[in-house]
């Protein structure tokens, strides 16, 4: 019996997952709670482990988005026992036009070509329908067939690329056998519509052609598409990521793959450099001045060469998931929240003094070093019990108060933004905050982050200032009600007892839900963070 695989539940608010590498191929043999592939999301990478023992049988790609629940693979316990099935069959329907020669004995090459017939008319045809690709996602878009009507296509192979609002996927084969294409590129296809369909029978003569080696050529041709690997071979992309290369008009040859037995992921052709094509450009310089040469008596010509002066290229490329359910949140957030941000300025002289005076024998002691987040962490936890408003959030028509500090860290990748969260960070002293981030953050980085560490948090904090940023207005990590922006120390000059003085500031923005809280709060609360940052002394108070 075959075992299906679905994408299963990571969190609340995951409706998707992106298939990232998979660790066996198709056909191997697995066994129970063995890792077979990567998943990711827009929040976490994790793997996916087998459900029991047997054959695997793939059925979505590398790159392909995947709605929870939907069937990323089947494990066959007996997988030796469904290859034997479709044999007999093929021989008990041989006889069948070895018995209609004599009728039809003048035209023997039609003979050759009649048992693709029976098999054909007695094969089950499978529609392949549009997936559910997330709750709110009622339709999608066809944007490209990679097969054409009537090709032989294999199991798992990629048919299509569709769109949503949300998101960009592939749509794998379900069976080996010959597609029907229903509905064309650019058409517009509710979730469930038929969009193609699989003759299975058509796909099961294939293998059976060769004996008669009628058509050996065909064979042969797709063989070096997969190098013997299953598609896995080095050099070769993903069709997500040949797409990808073909826009970049970047050679797959010259590109290094990440992927299993060095095949070309889509992340690897996102990184791939286009070959430089600029020495086309000199071409037309010497075409107008041939012209102008051969007739030397009209001048006014010579203004036409300043309209080839520049290059005007374009190009395009599609959102990926992640930054499509970035953008998309953004916009809910700013559409479903009251959000308003209230500025303030700190004196980093007294933090930066106190840091230098003990950051050698800290870092002896400790281990980690002494940092800006581990200040403004414990400055933030303590103005949180002040001020509870900040640290609750709207569920519903009820308010949730916390009483501890779940404090989310933005961290920067390479895939983008991601926040995982400090767990009763009022509890930490700063050794412990120093440490915690420095694990989240490396997890982040290698994309081992769960979702469990990223999710659950009721205050954020994000340092724009590690980039360059001056001044800005974060928007709040919903669900909760508001957000720190840190940013850069830039020396001014301030007025400090009637004097004027050089000293450290940063500008700290505190934006934050208006429904839940109050102006007064907001402002006091900010009020209290820099009061804190200013005497670092209280922290040892608690004050």
């Known amino acids: 019996m075959a075992v299906d695989m679905k994408i299963p539940p990571v969190g609340e608010s995951i409706t998707e997952v992106t298939v990232g590498t998979w660790y066996k191929k198709e056909g191997d043999?697995?066994?129970?709670?063995?890792?077979?592939?990567?998943?990711?999301?827009?929040?976490?990478?994790?793997?996916l482990t087998a459900e029991a023992d047997?054959?695997?049988?793939?059925?979505?790609?590398?790159?392909?988005?995947?709605?929870?629940?939907?069937?990323?693979?089947?494990?066959?316990?007996?997988?030796?026992?469904?290859?034997?099935?479709?044999?007999p069959e093929a021989k008990a329907e041989a006889p069948k036009p070895a018995e209609q020669p004599a009728p039809v004995a003048a035209s023997a090459p039609v003979a050759v070509a009649e048992p693709a017939k029976p098999a054909t008319t007695s094969a089950q045809v499978i529609e392949v329908k549009v997936p559910a690709?997330?709750?709110?996602?009622?339709?999608?878009t066809i944007a490209s067939w990679s097969k054409k009507d009537g090709d032989s296509v294999a199991l798992d192979e990629v048919l299509c690329e569709l769109e949503s609002d949300k998101a960009t996927f592939e749509l794998p084969a379900e069976a080996a056998g010959t597609l029907r294409i229903v509905a064309q590129a650019g058409e517009t296809l509710p979730i469930g519509a038929v969009i193609a369909?699989?003759?299975?029978?058509?796909?099961a003569t294939a293998p059976a052609a060769p004996a008669n080696t009628p058509t050996p050529q065909p064979a042969a041709t797709e063989a070096p598409a997969s190098n013997g690997q299953n598609g896995y071979a080095a050099h070769y992309p993903s069709p997500a990521a040949a797409k990808i290369l073909d826009?970049?008009?970047?050679?797959?040859?010259?590109?290094?793959?990440?992927?299993?037995?060095?095949?070309?992921?889509?992340?690897?052709?996102?990184?791939?450099?286009?070959?430089?094509?600029?020495?086309?450009?000199?071409?037309p310089a010497p075409a107008p001045a041939q012209p102008a040469a051969s007739k030397p008596a009209t001048p006014a010509p010579a203004p036409a060469p300043v309209a080839t002066g520049g290059s005007r290229n374009q190009r395009r490329e599609k959102m990926t998931s992640l930054r499509r359910t970035i953008a998309r949140r953004l916009v809910a957030v700013k559409n479903e929240t009251a959000m308003l941000t209230t500025f303030n300025e700190v004196d980093m002289k007294p933090i930066m003094d106190l840091r230098n005076k003990y950051k050698d024998k800290f870092k002896e002691k400790q281990g980690v070093g002494l940092g800006f987040m581990s200040f403004f962490t414990k400055a933030v936890c303590i103005a949180l019990k002040d001020f509870p408003a900040v640290n609750a959030q709207i569920d519903g028509e009820q308010i949730v108060y916390n009483d501890f500090c779940d404090i989310s860290v933005a961290v920067s990748t390479e895939r983008g933004l991601v926040v995982p969260v400090i767990r009763n960070a009022e509890q930490l002293s700063f050794a412990g905050i120093e440490k915690e981030i420095i694990r989240l953050a490396g997890l982040a980085r290698d994309n081992k982050l769960t979702i469990e560490q990223m999710?659950?948090?009721t205050f954020t904090i994000t340092n724009g200032g590690v980039f360059g940023s001056m001044l800005s207005t974060p928007i709040i990590n919903a669900p909760q009600s508001a957000i720190l922006g840190m940013h850069n120390i830039v020396e001014r000059p301030v007025v400090v007892d009637g004097q004027i003085v050089i000293r450290p500031i940063m500008y700290l923005a505190l934006s934050y839900d208006h429904r839940i809280i109050d102006g007064k709060e907001s402002v006091s609360f900010l009020v209290r963070v820099k009061q804190i940052l200013e005497d670092p002394s209280r922290i040892l108070f608690d004050m």
Not at 55 to 72: K, N, T, Y
Not at 197 to 203: D, M, N, Q, W
Not at 257 to 275: N, S
């Open 29 to 47: 043999h697995v066994k129970m709670d063995e890792v077979l592939c990567g998943l990711d999301s827009d929040k976490a990478t994790f793997e």
């Open 54 to 87: 047997g054959i695997l049988h793939i059925l979505a790609q590398e790159g392909d988005v995947l709605p929870i629940g939907a069937s990323i693979c089947t494990i066959d316990d007996g997988g030796s026992a469904p290859a034997a099935t479709p044999a």
């Open 133 to 140: 690709v997330g709750e709110s996602v009622t339709e999608v």
């Open 197 to 203: 369909k699989l003759e299975v029978g058509a796909g």
């Open 247 to 283: 826009e970049k008009g970047v050679n797959a040859q010259a590109v290094q793959g990440t992927g299993v037995g060095g095949r070309i992921t889509k992340e690897d052709a996102q990184k791939a450099t286009p070959a430089p094509a600029q020495p086309a450009t000199p071409t």
């Open 455 to 457: 999710t659950g948090g």
